[in-house]
T-cell receptor, first 112, second 114 residues
Framework: ELKVEQNPLFLSMQEGKNYTIYCNYS?????LYWYRQDPGKSLESLFV?????AVKQEGRLMASLDTKARLSTLHITAAVHDLSATYFC????????????FGKGTKLSVIP | GAGVSQSPRYKVAKRGQDVALRCDPI?????LFWYQQALGQGPEFLTY????????KSGLPSDRFFAERPEGSVSTLKIQRTQQEDSAVYLC????????????FGPGTRLTVT
């Protein structure tokens, strides 16, 4: 059974600082997703990572995937208040790799 | 273009009542998924449709939960004899082709069972 663990679960950081959120998954998975969720809203897709060594960047966010270590990271550069949200990683599993298993989420608060 | 829509957005049910939650996927999307998100948790997979066929219902927590997609577009998640532990946000997602493609999520239905 695929399990996904994120850490930290809560993160308070000052504007302008850098930080990394970690996502470990327990069994082989061929796709790793990062989503953002604002309070009371649905999930917004940020990144889909498909292969070992994949790195994707969008603005102040950069995601990477190491399939050998079963680890993905979401790096935040020079945080701004607008990045405050809950970030989820999810790994694909199932015979057709369609079933997403999510981590518990990292609640990020960026403080001025 | 229009995204995934769900209705109602909020539903309050008394314990023992039946509820029906609706999902309108993105037009033309073949695959449809239901997830349950408890407060403070990540979404958990419930069931998967490819067109009108329900290919996986392994995540449905009990036989009180039933999902259908009779014409391969709109889907309904029905919960019979609701219990307090059913209180959660129910998310619907769709993807263009078979399930290996990116899933687009709807806004969810927040169900509160009193």
């Amino acid at each position: 059974e695929l399990k996904v663990e994120q850490n930290p679960l809560f993160l308070s950081m000052q504007e302008g600082k850098n930080y990394t959120i970690y996502c470990n998954y327990s069994t082989t998975s061929d796709r790793l997703y990062w989503y953002r969720q604002d309070p009371g809203k649905s999930l917004e897709s940020l990144f889909v990572l498909l292969s070992n060594g994949a790195v994707k960047q969008e603005g102040r966010l950069m995601a990477s995937l190491d399939t050998k270590a079963r680890l993905s990271t979401l790096h935040i550069t020079a945080a701004v208040h607008d990045l405050s949200a809950t970030y989820f990683c999810a790994a694909a599993s199932g015979a057709g790799s369609y079933q997403l298993t999510f981590g518990k989420g990292t609640k990020l608060s960026v403080i001025p | 273009g229009a995204g995934v829509s769900q209705s109602p957005r909020y539903k309050v049910a008394k314990r023992g009542q039946d509820v029906a939650l609706r999902c309108d996927p993105i037009s033309g999307h073949v695959s449809l998924f239901w997830y349950q998100q408890a407060l403070g948790q990540g979404p958990e997979f419930l069931t998967y449709f490819q067109n009108e066929a329900q290919l996986d219902k392994s995540g449905l927590p009990s036989d009180r939960f039933f999902a259908e997609r009779p014409e391969g577009s709109v889907s309904t998640l029905k919960i019979q004899r609701t219990q307090q532990e059913d209180s959660a946000v129910y998310l619907c997602a769709s993807s263009l082709l078979r399930g290996r493609y990116e899933q687009y999520f709807g806004p969810g239905t927040r169900l509160t069972v009193t």
